[in-house]
């Protein structure tokens, strides 16, 4: 038996993180005010680590979604796979040069290219697609807020999300 519907718990699992960073600070919170001086100094590592749980927590919140589209997307290794009813692929994210979101597709897909590969479409409400903030957060400056905005702004168009630096031609000496 439950007492909760279940909108009510995807609510609570999609925020869960925050929760328990919230719950942390609390915590440091009530052992630097309440029961002694010998206390307070793990009491402040607890609200240094809440506060920072709870801000990841924030973050990965807004990014996750319904994960009731079609397909599963897994995360191994620095390498992202979908596994689609119709498409699927993976692709290399130290080879990966550019992330965009479709936003002209129904649900808005995420674009991964890769050079000489065709481009990956993950749905962003695929199963498992929540795997994919830390997968992205890993690609060399990529700005998360703009990520998050973009994806929260729902565009009818295609926006680049990230791409990589150009490197030196081939050919161009350096010395």
Known sequence: MTFLRPEAKAAIWRWH??????????LGI???SGPGFLLAVPGYAAIGGGLLLAWLGIQRGRFRG???????VQVDEGQVS????LTGGTVALREMDRLALEGNMFPPHWRLSQQGQPPLLIPVNAA????LFDAFAALPGLRTEKMLNTLRAEPHATVVIWQRPATAQSGTLLH
């Open 17 to 26: 993180e925050g929760f328990a960073g919230a719950a942390l600070a609390v």
């Open 30 to 32: 009530w052992l630097v």
């Open 66 to 72: 319904a994960d009731d589209g079609t397909g599963a």
């Open 82 to 85: 979908y596994f689609g009813p």
């Open 128 to 131: 498992g697609a929540d795997a």
